[in-house]
């Protein structure tokens, strides 16, 4: 009898939290719509540097294909301009842009207090906040990117890939958000600590750049980098999804790839945790 | 038991001395001095529960810490508070679902979103039942008058609506204790004197206990039975508006009217000179000379009227703030701020 009461006021707060949830997320929702036509103009603003990139790698393919050979890395000319489309679409998910600096910027004017004084997790609240930012954006990014991969099909040489490939492309797309949400989160919850993170978000943009194969796949780098550059958080947010997209990984690679993903995912969780908790005790203590 | 019960709560934090010039800045990455500011020293305060308390003192008073500390945003050097029977300081999702704080320049709605969507988070986070949230919305934005506000951006409204719109999402959980940190700053004087109605009404009807400093004497004088003067980081005063001239002012205004044709002159000779505009003259007398000087005035002059009053209680007040503060300067007295030089910076982070 007990025990189902519990379990009856369990799911009861459980349904309040589910509604919680779905008010915040819906908020932040119509928040974020207010601003659909400036994201709209800058989603396709965002497709620009692809003809430089097409251009880039046209010439860098012509200077290769003298000396005899048809690929880079396993790349064709091809390749690399869908892998190119591939990682925006990755990025559409992983990048946060305002995310840390929001958070330090939070820290440092005091509105931080807020999630002290009112009975809401921050770290909860800001990620129903991102996925409904994500979700706002998407409703109209979905127009300009089906456009600009309708306009480059040529590029993609093998066509669709499998389901299952599929699958695990999709679910790389939104692991790879979730980590980039929790990576941004420990970096923005540095500012308990040292009130300006702009500079530290500033090598973590250069190091995302080159390392999550933003620039170029990671295939392209040599051995030994290559090697410790898997074993990283980085490639989650560019190079995974696209790699398996375009079939560069053998199906037990890629459910390894998935598990060192969750892996990193659940340290970050962790990490950004101890970062809320212990920045507090410090935030507390010294003045607030 | 009181509902707010502080026993010897101290609050000192360490603020990094930012040196002058590109050398010293150098330098301070190696050698930091720090300055250690005792914001709050040692107060006590009780505060039955229904009670409308006031806290009044000058910039850096500590008013502003204390409120931080109830609200358990930062945690105190020693000392113990309890509100409600919670340590704030402990957070309990419990205690933070009972009390609210409002600090004027601070603003927690949605800018861009209508006010009524940041009530409606608002329900959410504290578990706001639907009826309750729909009468106690209804009922604060009508006596507030800005129902008809309700769907505009909130970056649309003036600073008076958007501070009544705070007020109404602080209110909307029908917190029983509510912290007021400058609610009434750097709005004009309708939508101020709109806000104290409401406060007073708000709170004679629904007896919740709130604490509120402000730097409008109207405001405190219109809302508050009792007063609670903060400096240098302790209770200096704990009482009645009226109690506060007889304890501080120590001077009286006296206001002669002189006869027709009367000559007035050597004023001085009985108090400081405020005002001369024949046949009238105010004077400041030190309240235990009066009966003498009035005397002495009686005698020399021929005087009309007479009128003795209290010296307005603003006057009153900034003298005290003023005594306190230029007592903290003199070298003397008991230091404020203690000076902390330390060599490794790294080790000062945690």
Redesign the interface.
């Known amino acids: 009898m007990e025990s189902a009461i519990s379990a009856c006021h369990r799911s009861s707060s459980f349904r309040q939290r589910l509604a919680t949830w779905w008010v915040i997320l819906r908020v932040a929702l119509e928040e974020r719509l207010v601003y659909r036509g400036d994201f709209a103009l800058g989603t396709l603003m965002r497709f620009l540097p692809i003809i430089t990139q097409i251009f880039l790698w046209r010439a860098v393919f012509d200077a290769v294909q003298t000396s005899g050979r048809a690929d880079v890395a396993g790349y064709r000319f091809e390749d690399v301009v869908a892998y190119y489309l591939l990682t925006m679409v990755a990025r559409a998910f992983s990048s946060m842009p305002g995310l840390a600096s929001g958070i330090a910027a939070s820290i440092r004017n005091g509105e931080v207090k807020k999630f002290i004084i009112q009975p809401v997790d921050m770290l909860g609240f800001l990620l129903l906040s991102r996925i409904a930012h994500k979700l706002a954006y998407y409703s109209v990014a979905v127009g300009p990117f089906a456009l600009v991969f309708f306009l480059c099909r040529g590029f993609f040489l093998d066509g669709w890939p499998s389901w299952p490939v599929l699958a695990v492309f999709c679910a790389s797309l939104v692991l790879g958000f979730f980590l980039g949400y929790f990576i941004e989160a420990c970096i923005g919850l540095i500012g308990f600590w040292f009130l300006e993170v702009s500079s530290l978000l500033f090598v973590y943009m250069l190091l995302n750049f080159f390392l999550s194969g933003h620039m170029f796949p990671l295939d392209m780098l040599p051995g030994a980098a290559r090697q410790w550059v898997d074993w990283l958080p980085f490639k989650y947010l560019a190079y995974f999804p696209a790699a398996v997209f375009l079939n560069k990984l053998a199906f037990p690679q890629m459910l390894r790839g998935l598990a060192i993903e969750v892996a990193w995912l659940v340290a970050f969780v962790l990490l950004s945790r101890l970062a809320w908790n212990r920045g507090l005790r410090r935030y507390s203590a010294f003045g607030g | 038991m009181a509902i707010i019960e502080v026993r010897g709560l101290t609050k000192h934090?360490?603020?990094y001395q930012k040196p002058e010039g590109l050398w010293a800045a150098l330098r301070g990455l190696f050698h930091r001095r720090y300055v250690e500011v005792q914001a709050v020293r040692g107060i006590d305060l009780d505060v039955e529960e229904g009670e409308f308390v006031a806290f009044l003192g000058p910039n850096g008073a500590g008013k502003t810490t204390t409120l931080?500390l109830l609200?358990?945003?930062?945690?105190p050097t020693s000392g113990s508070a309890r509100v409600m029977g919670y340590v704030p300081?402990k957070?309990d999702?419990a205690y933070?679902?009972q009390f609210?704080?409002v600090m004027g320049q601070?603003n927690?709605l949605?800018w861009?979103?209508p006010a009524i969507?940041?009530f409606?988070?608002h329900?959410?986070?504290?578990?706001i039942a639907p009826e309750e949230f729909r009468r106690n919305c209804d009922e604060l934005t009508e006596l507030l008058g800005v129902r008809d506000l309700l769907y505009q951006?909130v970056r649309e409204l003036s600073l008076g609506e958007r501070m009544k719109m705070e007020l109404t999402a602080a209110l909307l959980h029908s917190p029983r204790v509510l912290f007021l940190d400058e609610p009434t700053i750097g709005l004009d004087v309708v939508a101020q004197h709109n806000i104290q109605q409401f406060l007073r009404h708000y709170q004679e009807h629904r007896r919740i206990t709130i604490l509120l400093t402000s730097h409008y004497m109207k405001d405190v004088a219109a809302l508050c039975r009792r007063v609670v003067i903060i400096a240098r980081g302790q209770i200096q005063y704990d009482g009645s508006l009226a109690g506060i001239i007889d304890r501080f002012s120590k001077h009286k205004i006296v206001t002669l009217q002189f006869c027709e044709g009367q000559v007035v002159d050597r004023l001085e000779r009985f108090g400081q000179v405020l005002q001369v505009q024949q046949p009238k003259a105010r004077l400041r007398v030190a309240r235990q000379e009066v009966p003498r000087t009035l005397a002495s005035i009686l005698a020399t002059y021929a005087v009309q009227d007479v009128a003795v009053e209290d010296p307005p209680l603003e006057e009153v007040i900034a003298e005290l703030f003023h005594r306190v503060n230029s007592d903290q300067q003199a070298p003397d007295s008991a230091g404020q701020k203690v000076e902390v030089e330390t060599v490794e910076a790294g080790r000062r982070?945690?």
């Open positions: 934090y360490r603020v931080k609200s358990g945003v930062i945690y300081w957070r999702n933070r679902r609210a704080l601070k927690q949605w861009d979103l969507e940041s409606r988070l329900q959410q986070i504290y578990a951006p982070r945690d």
